[in-house]
């Protein structure tokens, strides 16, 4: 039998089990997607496959693909931040109910659930550095270690959601959630143009978003040009935004589990 602290963790992946071929398309087909479509389709077009100075010297398949590497890790928290930590909380669900009549605490709940959400946001990209180190997007061994920071961009995402989701008394907000939060972050933050050519008020404000970092740190790991002050910073930064993330949740938890 597995220790307190890692029963949550075991029932998110008993389930994970049953369904898992239902949540592929979101996790890995629809980057996959993404990839050959704007990555090889449009990248042979954009400077004819060829490697731009506006691009940092890539070509745009290369340009691309960590960026989408960051975006994935991202899109797979925040769907599970929201739908599954708000059907958890609820009685068709009643998996947080289920769990607070065990030894297990709000916070052993808590934590197993942000577990879960870093280790389905690791499995997603794993399967897409794969997928894209045969599109021949990966140039250097260092992107294996990008597989850290795709669990730390989800936990960036995942843990301030969750701290909303569980308190949540509907679902309807999490369409908005999903049209004006994931999609533009998605479009603007450096993953299909560099980030100096929006406008200085929008650049700096994608500048201080979560996954503008992820991307950057994905993209010098991709490459291999990763720089220790620089790569330190965005590590730094994305685990200050988890670590407030996680205890505005940890409040969270125990205020509704305490109803």
């Not at 061994?141 to 301030?160: H, K, M, N, S, Y």
């Not at 008394?169 to 994931?182: G, I, N």
């Not at 479009?187 to 201080?208: I, M, N």
């Not at 969270?252 to 589990?257: D, G, I, K, M, Q």
């Amino acid at each position: 039998m597995l220790p307190t602290p890692f029963r949550p963790l075991s029932y998110f992946w008993v389930s994970f089990r049953r369904t898992w071929m239902s949540t592929l398309s979101a996790s890995f087909f629809t980057p996959l997607l993404y990839l050959a479509s704007l990555g090889v389709g449009l990248g042979s077009l954009v400077g004819h496959g060829q490697r731009l100075a506006s691009l940092g010297g890539e070509d745009y398949l290369s340009f691309v693909a960590p960026a989408l590497f960051a975006g994935t890790a991202m899109q797979v928290a925040i769907g599970q931040a929201t739908y599954e930590v708000w059907g958890a909380c609820n009685p068709w669900s009643g998996a947080y109910r289920s769990m607070q009549a065990s030894p297990i605490s709000t916070g052993q709940i808590m934590a197993g659930h942000m577990a879960w959400i870093a280790a389905r946001a690791l499995l997603a990209c794993a399967l897409y550095l794969a997928v894209s180190a045969a599109f021949g997007a990966v140039k250097s061994p260092e992107a294996v270690a990008g597989l850290a920071v795709g669990p730390l961009t989800g936990l960036a995402f995942a843990a301030p959601l969750a701290a909303y989701s569980v308190r949540a008394r509907h679902d309807q907000p999490f369409s908005l959630v999903f049209r004006l939060l994931m999609l533009p972050l998605f479009l603007f933050s450096g993953t299909f143009f560099p980030v100096s050519q929006l406008p200085v008020g929008l650049r700096y404000l994608a500048y201080a978003l979560p996954l503008w970092h992820a991307v950057e740190l994905s993209r010098s790991l991709y490459a291999g040009t990763f720089e220790p002050l620089a790569g330190s910073g965005h590590v730094v930064y994305l685990a200050a935004v988890a670590g407030a993330g996680l205890l505005v949740a940890r409040r969270s938890y125990e205020a509704r589990l305490s109803r």
